[in-house]
Structures are given as structure tokens and as C-alpha cells.
Nanobody
Framework: VLLVESGGGLVQPGGSLRLSCAVS????????MGWHRQAPGKQRELVAS???????NYADSVKGRFTISRDNAKNTVYLQINNLKHEDTAVYYC?????????WGQGTQVTVSS
């Protein structure tokens, strides 16, 4: 399994980003996926997940601002992030949930700064 995240960048507070994660392999459509993030000096945390049928779930800290979606035909999971805050600064990773599969990707850096 190969996970490739993209879409991060430097944005001002209140801005938006759309992250993408392309997943190799045939197991994508039969598994739930999640977006995690790791801020400097902190543990990696799960912020959003989506079932194989498309039912989302969010951490309280991101509810109302993050939207997770998936395209099973493209083996891709997305994370739309709106109204970015300084505390959203982190490296964002995707992986299967609840049990990660394979090596983690390189992640995509999101930096929120004015």
C-alpha cells in the first residue's frame, strides 16, 4: 500500500485548503479511511474519518470546519479545510482506520500564519 498526500500549503487564518490522498492497491474501497495530523511536539491525532460507505466522523476540534470525502473510483480521500486557525498547523497524513495499514506517507504540511 502506498499513500501519497498533497494539497498543503501556507495560508492565512480564515483561509481554506483541500487535501488529497491517493491510495494504491485494491483494498481502498473496502476500508474506512482517516486523516490524521501531527503538530510540532505533539502526538499524531485522528481528526476525521470516513467509512467505506461514506459516513464521516470528526474530532470535536474540527467539526463544522473540516469535511472528509472519498472517491472510490479514484482511490482517493479528500479533506476540505475551511476557516483555518493557527492551531491547525501540522503535517497531515491519511491512512486506513481504525488500524493503519502499511507505511505512513510523507504527509502534507499545512501552515496557518498571517
Amino acid at each position: 500500500v502506498l499513500l501519497v498526500e498533497s494539497g498543503g500549503g501556507l495560508v492565512q487564518p480564515g483561509g481554506s485548503l483541500r487535501l488529497s490522498c491517493a491510495v494504491s492497491g485494491s483494498i481502498f474501497s473496502i476500508n474506512a479511511m482517516g486523516w490524521h495530523r501531527q503538530a510540532p511536539g505533539k502526538q499524531r491525532e485522528l481528526v476525521a474519518s470516513i467509512s467505506r460507505g461514506g459516513i464521516p466522523n470528526y474530532a470535536d476540534s474540527v467539526k463544522g470546519r473540516f469535511t472528509i470525502s472519498r472517491d472510490n473510483a479514484k482511490n482517493t480521500v479528500y479533506l476540505q479545510i475551511n476557516n483555518l486557525k493557527h492551531e491547525d498547523t501540522a503535517v497531515y497524513y491519511c491512512n486506513f482506520v481504525p488500524v493503519p495499514i502499511g507505511p505512513w506517507g510523507q504527509g502534507t504540511q499545512v501552515t496557518v500564519s498571517s
